[in-house]
Nanobody
Framework: QVQLVESGGGLVQAGGSLRLSCAAS????????MGWFRQGPGKDREFLAA???????YYADSVKGRFTVSRDNAKNTLYLEMNSLNSEDTAVYYC?????????????????????WGQGTQVTVSS
């Protein structure tokens, strides 16, 4: 079992920045692929970024250059740094874990690719 708890969401003005965290507990964090998704009002859950245990990253085109995913394996924590936020970024943000992941990161962009999910943290961008 893996437990994931997101934090760091909140209200931010357009153009601002926010850093989300995802604390993982349970099984060893090191061999997981970790991902970030979001779900806006009335929208499907959308892939944002993934990172493997070596720090290799993969991003959705919609956030490439604005969002940065990172992880601290010693702290079992995943991060998402978000810059130049706009109203379209308003959503609930989720982290997810895929244990024993051995494929390339581009494989892990679908909801069904992940084994565990956090409860989500709300990000609201005011214009």
């Amino acid at each position: 079992q893996v437990q994931l708890v997101e934090s760091g969401g909140g209200l931010v003005q357009a153009g601002g920045s926010l850093r989300l965290s995802c604390a993982a507990s349970g099984r060893s964090f090191n061999r997981h692929v970790m991902g970030w998704f979001r779900q806006g009002p009335g929208k499907d859950r959308e892939f944002l970024a993934a990172i493997n245990w070596t720090g290799t990253t993969y991003y959705a085109d919609s956030v490439k250059g604005r969002f940065t995913v990172s992880r601290d394996n010693a702290k079992n924590t995943l991060y998402l740094e978000m810059n130049s936020l706009n109203s379209e970024d308003t959503a609930v943000y989720y982290c997810a874990a895929k244990i024993n992941a051995f494929r390339g990161l581009a494989y892990y962009t679908g909801r069904g690719s992940y084994d565990y999910w956090g409860q989500g943290t709300q990000v609201t961008v005011s214009s």
